[in-house]
């Protein structure tokens, strides 16, 4: 028999004991794998079909659901996993490419868990967040290769050099491009809402800004893709800045896919295309096939927002990331956005999503290396995106030479994202990564707010608390300060582009 | 979002033992639940007693089991008083009473949870639909 089903991904363990058959589980799964037997008043449940989202577990009242990974095992064999014949059987059975969605969750190393960080220790003392000033404040933009002042008949000193446009950030973490539609109304609100509480920023990502959210339009950074969606001129003014998305972390390389089904009517208007259509943005931009391309973008851009406003390039991390950034800087960008391996995605191939790109530590590690090299790091501002996860990766990051750090994922697991990697199917349970308005109810914008500035405001204490302990008091005085970090179990080529020490090298 | 945990919630809060799997598993009759969700399409709706101030259901009650309690100000049933003629049933301008033909017939409706603090509908509701505020 060649065809064969899928295997099971996952077990659904009811325990019968506590299940009361109230059937919240059977109305919550967008995957229908809950169902109620009113003859024997049983629930039963399909675990053929469980994803792994984890909202039935969390409704039932009772605790009665547990999901648990599949026993049924392969026969033990390295090179040919699990995963590998599950994906053969699912191509053999379609014949169609592998789609998933968040990031690669192969087994890459994850350079963060090999890098430690510095204390103070008797020669230099340490600093205590809550007795004294710290400082995470930080801007986003382009700066002055020196600053003149000048001084009038009394002797009061003013400012003489222009400075270009700056987005000033309370926090050196903003919350990356998703747009409106491979993201809830509800999920977007959260964010806006979150990012202007927090005194930093989100990202439009290609969809457009609704019009609900020109409101929000100082705290937002409107992105242009190749697919130009929602892009005019109102669009443009909207926003606190301007990025230019060319490529993502996620599917470096490729374009995206909106699917006409999710494209409803808010979202093909703020899209500015008809609803029901699939909106698909060209792998490359049409219009810039070059450096000198890129910068007539930036300049025409520029110019429509007559230099109010920063300007940005986003670029995926991938081998000559360096040069294409030192190039970037030339083209006239006020910043550049770097996604790197683990950054995720509402869908993408899963081969590109696991197999392209370069981490980003490496990515941010050398670029800023590079650009101090060529003498024009000061000239743009780096923010590193794709797989920051925690405080301790922010800081990493920031003292392997990036201004601030994009973050999604985690954004989207403090809102209640189980990793199921299923955002493409458009049946997100938790109403985050779906358009069906059954479900996204299910995200109350007030709650998601106040989770997300929790998770902010935690990572602010922390970022706090270690910076202190290294003698620091202001999170851009740890930029680019290597001598903070050392490399644990790390190769001294991965030392050597990385630029840092191993441990107990003086 | 419709998974109706609220009435789940209240049926317990109701019952004997106020133990959810004891509720479920061993008492019968269950207590009806006082808070019902509304469904059509997608849109979901937990309907109680509003509390009105002008309670047309108190004005109408003829054993004088509804009343208002003087420190919460809350509309109560009094099931000892009630006898079961529906009129408050028929004059409720939300559908909030029910019949609870179970034993005496009597009018079932939202006590706002008595001594609990906040009602467990709020308290358990996942996605904070059920706000509870006096206007």
Redesign the interface.
């Known amino acids: 028999m060649a065809k064969r089903p899928i295997p099971t991904e996952f077990i659904i363990d009811r325990d019968e004991?506590?299940c009361?058959?109230?059937?919240?589980c059977v109305?919550?799964c967008s995957n229908e794998v809950h169902s109620y037997d009113p003859e024997t008043n049983e629930v039963l449940s399909d675990s053929l079909k469980c994803i792994g989202c984890h909202f039935c577990e969390?409704?039932c009242?009772?605790h009665a659901i547990t999901i648990k990974r599949s026993q049924s095992e392969f026969k033990m064999n390295a090179n040919w996993s699990a995963g590998v014949i599950t994906n053969i059987v699912k191509q053999a059975e379609t014949g169609g490419v592998l789609l998933t969605g968040m990031g690669s969750d192969k087994k890459y190393p994850i350079y963060w868990d090999h890098i430690l960080l510095n204390a103070s220790q008797v020669t230099n003392p340490s600093i205590d967040p809550l007795r004294e000033p710290m400082e995470l404040r930080t801007y986003i933009g382009q700066k002055p290769d020196r600053i003149q002042l000048k001084s009038n008949k009394q002797g009061k000193l003013s400012l003489e050099s222009r400075l270009s446009p700056q987005l000033q950030l309370e926090v050196p973490i903003l919350f990356s491009a998703m747009s409106y539609g491979s993201i809830s109304f509800n999920a977007s609100k959260s964010i806006a809402n979150a990012a202007v509480q927090l005194g930093t920023y989100c990202n439009t990502g290609e969809g457009g800004l609704h019009k609900d959210f020109y409101q929000y339009g100082s705290n937002t950074i409107v992105q242009i893709a190749s697919g130009r969606f929602g892009v005019n001129r109102e669009y443009l003014e909207a926003g606190a800045a301007i990025e230019i998305k060319i490529g993502q972390g996620a599917k470096p390389g490729i374009g995206g896919h909106l699917p006409g089904e999710k494209v409803t009517a808010e979202i093909g208007r703020t899209r500015m295309i008809p609803s029901g259509t699939d909106a698909l943005s060209p792998a490359p931009h049409h219009d810039i096939y070059s450096i000198e391309d890129l910068k007539q973008l930036i300049f025409a851009l520029k110019e429509s927002i007559r230099y109010k406003k920063p300007v940005g390039v986003k670029i995926a991390a991938v081998h000559n990331v360096a040069a294409i950034a030192s190039g970037i800087v030339k083209a006239g960008a006020d910043f550049i956005s770097i996604d790197g391996l683990r950054g995720g995605t509402g869908a993408a191939p899963t081969v590109i999503r696991d197999n392209v790109g370069i981490p980003i530590e490496l990515a941010i590690a050398s670029v800023d290396q590079h650009l101090r090299v060529e003498g024009i790091r000061n000239q743009v501002s780096l923010i590193a995106a794709g797989g920051i996860r925690c405080s301790s990766d922010v800081i990493k990051a920031i003292a392997l030479g990036a201004d601030a750090v994009y973050i999604a994922t985690s954004a989207l697991v403090a809102m209640g994202c189980n990793l199921c990697q299923r955002c493409f199917t458009g049946k997100c349970n938790w109403?985050i990564a779906t358009q069906?308005?059954?479900l996204t109810?299910?995200?109350?914008p007030?709650?998601g707010q106040r989770r997300l500035v929790n998770l902010i405001n935690a990572w602010s204490m922390e970022i706090k608390e270690m910076l202190g302990g290294m003698g620091i008091n202001a999170i851009e005085s740890l930029r680019g300060n290597r001598e903070h970090l050392r490399g644990i179990a790390l190769s001294d080529t991965d030392l050597k582009i990385l630029g840092i020490k191993a441990v107990g090298e003086m | 979002?419709?998974?109706?945990?609220c009435e789940?919630?209240c049926i317990t809060q109701h019952s004997k033992t106020k133990n959810?799997?004891k509720?479920?598993?061993g008492e019968y009759p269950k207590p009806l639940p006082r808070i019902n969700v509304e469904e059509k399409?997608?849109v979901?709706f937990a309907l109680q007693c509003r509390h009105c101030e002008d309670a047309p259901c108190l004005e109408t009650c003829i054993t004088g089991a509804m009343y208002r309690d003087d420190k919460t100000g809350a509309v109560l049933c009094n099931e000892n008083k009630c006898v079961g003629c529906w009129m408050c049933i028929m004059v409720c301008p939300f559908g909030a009473i029910s019949r609870n033909m179970e034993g005496k017939k009597v009018a079932s409706k939202c006590d706002l949870c008595g001594e609990e603090e906040i009602p467990v509908c709020v308290k358990?509701c996942?996605?904070?639909?059920i706000v509870f505020k006096e206007e």
């Open positions: 004991n506590k009361i058959s109230c059937q919240a109305r919550m969390s409704i009242p009772t109403g069906n308005p059954y109810k299910r995200l109350n007030e709650i | 979002m419709g998974c109706r945990l789940i919630h959810i799997i509720t479920y598993k399409g997608y979901n358990h996942p996605n904070e639909a």
